[in-house]
C-alpha cells in the first residue's frame, strides 16, 4: 500500500516570489510521482510525472518537481509564480505494476498567489 | 480531441433515491477510473474498469456502489439509496491501454444528497 503526505494544507505567496509545496510518500513498493494541479470547479490537469532517470522533472507553466530517493520526497518548486496559479495542488503516486493510473493522492495543497 | 466528458456537471439527489454518474473516456482509451472527492480531502480511489470488465474495485463501498463500462456507451457510476456522505465530488479519468502512466481527468460531477 502507498500514502501521502502534503505537509502544508495552504501556501499563500505573493506574485514573482518563488515556492515550494512539498510532499512525502510511503510505500513497500516502487512508484511513479505525480503532481497535478486543480482549479477551482475542475477536474485534474497532470503538471508533471516522475518515471525514471533523471531526477529533476520538468512540466508545465514553468513547474519542477526533484525526486529524493533517500527521503521518499517529490517537492514541486517555482521559481516565480503568477496569480494565475492559485489553484489546489495535488501529489499522487501509483504502482509500477498493474496500472499506473491507479492514483493514490495526498490531501492537497492550496496556493494563494496575491499582489 | 474532447476530453473526458463526464455529465451531469452537477446532481442533487433526495436521501433513499438513486444517483446516475456517466463517464465518456477519451477517444482511444479503454481504461476508465473513478476517484471520489470529499470535501477538504483528496481524491481516493474507486474502482478501476476496462470495455465490460472490472479490474478492481478495492476503493468501492461495499454496499449500494456499482460500477460498469458496457461495449457500447460510457461507463456509470450508480449510487443506490443515497445518503447525505455520499454528497461529494465524482471524478472519471481515462487512459490508453498501451500507456497508461498518464490518466486524463475529467471535469467531476459534484452530488449533493438533500
Known amino acids: 500500500a502507498q500514502s501521502v503526505t502534503q505537509l502544508d494544507s495552504q501556501v499563500p505567496v505573493f506574485e514573482e516570489a518563488p515556492v515550494e509545496l512539498r510532499c512525502n510518500y510511503s510505500s513497500s513498493v516502487s512508484v511513479y510521482l505525480f503532481w497535478y494541479v486543480q482549479y477551482p470547479n475542475q477536474g485534474l490537469q497532470l503538471l508533471l510525472k516522475y518515471l525514471s532517470g533523471s531526477t529533476l522533472v520538468k512540466g508545465i507553466n514553468g513547474f519542477e518537481a526533484e525526486f529524493n530517493k533517500s527521503q521518499t520526497s517529490f517537492h514541486l518548486r517555482k521559481p516565480s509564480v503568477h496569480i494565475s496559479d492559485t489553484a489546489e495542488y495535488f501529489c499522487a503516486v501509483s504502482p509500477l505494476t498493474g496500472t499506473a493510473s491507479k492514483l493514490t493522492f495526498g490531501t492537497g495543497t492550496r496556493l494563494q498567489v496575491t499582489l | 480531441n474532447a476530453g473526458v466528458m463526464q455529465n451531469p456537471r452537477h446532481l442533487v439527489r433526495r436521501r433513499g433515491q438513486e444517483a446516475r454518474l456517466r463517464c465518456s473516456p477519451m477517444k482511444g482509451h479503454s481504461h476508465v477510473y473513478w476517484y471520489r472527492q470529499l470535501p477538504e480531502e483528496g481524491l481516493k480511489f474507486m474502482v478501476y474498469?476496462?470495455?465490460?470488465?472490472?479490474?478492481?474495485e478495492s476503493g468501492m463501498p461495499k454496499e449500494r456502489f456499482s460500477a460498469e463500462f458496457p461495449k457500447e456507451g460510457p461507463s456509470i457510476l450508480r449510487i443506490q439509496q443515497v445518503v447525505r456522505g455520499d454528497s461529494a465530488a465524482y471524478f472519471c479519468?481515462?487512459?490508453?491501454?498501451?500507456?497508461?502512466?498518464?490518466?486524463?481527468f475529467g471535469q467531476g460531477t459534484r452530488l449533493t444528497v438533500v
Open positions: 474498469l476496462q470495455k465490460e470488465n472490472i479490474i478492481d
Open positions: 479519468a481515462s487512459s490508453r491501454p498501451t500507456e497508461n502512466t498518464e490518466a486524463f
